[in-house]
């Protein structure tokens, strides 16, 4: 998706994300973890999505792309945009995919102040 490296740390300052290799199949790839944190901040699970591209064990979308096992149902990542964001959210927008909110943050982060992102990872009514 080409996002800059100040997107990228952005979200690793709010410590959403981070990197790490995830065993598939007995293969270890790397991935962009993204973290799944409930109200208080307590990490309740994460999803993986792969960086390298191998069509020929993930087909057409090409990148291994998981909800980690043992996960809470009904959360997804959530990020902070503005100081604002902090105290009193003044909007919040919801993605299906995680790479789709920093996409969205990677275009629109200067009109973001007081923005709170939230990625579902999949359609959840109640998230």
């Not at 100040?6 to 981070?18: A, E, H, K, P, S």
């Not at 790490?20 to 309740?44: L, Q």
């Not at 979308?61 to 990020?79: A, C, Q, R």
């Not at 969205?104 to 709170?116: P, V, W």
Request: hydrophobic share 30%; no cysteine; proline share 2%.
């Amino acid at each position: 998706r080409k996002l800059s490296q100040t997107t990228i740390n952005d979200f690793l300052d709010q410590g959403v994300i981070y990197q790490a290799n995830y065993k598939t199949d007995g293969v270890y790839e790397p991935v962009i973890v993204f973290k799944h944190n409930d109200m208080d901040s307590k990490n309740v699970g994460a999803s993986v999505q792969g960086t390298r591209l191998d069509n020929k064990r993930y087909g057409k979308h090409g990148y291994v792309k998981k909800i980690i096992p043992n996960s809470k149902s009904n959360y997804g990542i959530t990020f902070n945009s503005g100081l604002k964001a902090n105290d009193t959210t003044h909007k919040m927008v919801f993605f299906e995919a995680p790479i789709d909110m920093m996409s969205y943050y990677e275009l629109n982060k200067d009109k973001l102040d007081g923005t709170r992102l939230v990625a579902m990872n999949g359609l959840k009514e109640r998230t």
